[in-house]
């Protein structure tokens, strides 16, 4: 029986989600960076095709050796923080054998990671998993910190719908989209969209602000990464060492 593998592919295209870390978690030193791994020696180009992308392009031409992760330096640029707002921080990635991506966001006490699917294994058709709202300092310095999902789009005229289980932050191409209320949004090919739900400081930690379950439908195959911007290492814990646990 044949057996498919759905993290190798020759096509990528990904994108980093906001990282919303405190002013006392400083970035490591390569704070984002693409993980690029191949079971052969493999070549992969790495650019910006966007065509509305306000950072600095990116063209570059790195080699694969087989098990030997090779890490890649993206500039913080590329990370998405605006919340529903049109961005072309997609990252085309692309190799002339299969090869597997993920990338990684590294903060003192804040940081993330995510294993991307190639194109040909992305779909039209998801559930988000993320988390309730939640926050950290103490007394009156409490920051509150929502879950967020990020579309990219290897397409252009690509028609993204979401159904959202808690109202959204809004943004410059839709405001606030009410809870089990439907929008759509056009997206050209390596454009990005970031949602975020909407902070609500009297719900923090409860389940009536949680992201999970929103409903994403679109005309052609998108990619979408889900989780949080800031959430707690442990359950209710609002104050940590900034260099993390």
Do not use: C
Not at 18 to 24: G, I
Not at 75 to 84: G, K, P, R
Not at 87 to 95: E, L, N
Request: no cysteine.
């Amino acid at each position: 029986r044949s057996t498919t593998i759905i993290t190798e592919g020759r096509r990528y295209m990904v994108a980093f989600p906001q990282v919303w870390a405190a002013p006392t978690e400083k970035p490591l030193p390569t704070p984002m960076q693409l993980l690029l791994s191949a079971r052969d020696t493999t070549t992969v180009r790495i650019t910006t095709v966007a065509s509305i992308t306000d950072a600095a392009r990116i063209d570059k031409v790195v080699t694969i050796l087989p098990g030997i992760v090779t890490k890649v330096a993206i500039s913080t640029a590329y990370m998405n923080v605006e919340s529903q707002s049109r961005r072309g921080y997609g990252i085309s990635v692309t190799g002339d054998r299969p090869f597997s991506v993920a990338t990684l966001q590294a903060w003192q006490g804040n940081g993330e990671t995510a294993q991307h699917l190639p194109v040909e294994s992305w779909g039209t058709s998801y559930y988000s998993m993320n988390f309730y709202q939640d926050r950290y300092g103490k007394n009156a310095s409490y920051k509150q910190r929502p879950g967020q999902i990020l579309i990219i789009s290897s397409e252009d005229s690509t028609v993204v719908t979401l159904t959202p289980t808690v109202n959204t932050e809004g943004g410059v191409e839709l405001p606030s989209v009410a809870k089990g209320a439907t929008q759509s949004v056009t997206l050209m090919k390596g454009e990005t969209f970031l949602i975020k739900s909407l902070i609500d400081t009297l719900l923090f930690r409860d389940v009536a602000t949680d992201l999970s379950g929103t409903y994403i439908t679109s005309t052609k195959p998108i990619g979408v990464v889900s989780g949080h911007t800031k959430g707690a290492i442990m359950r209710m814990s609002d104050i940590l060492p900034p260099t993390g646990m």
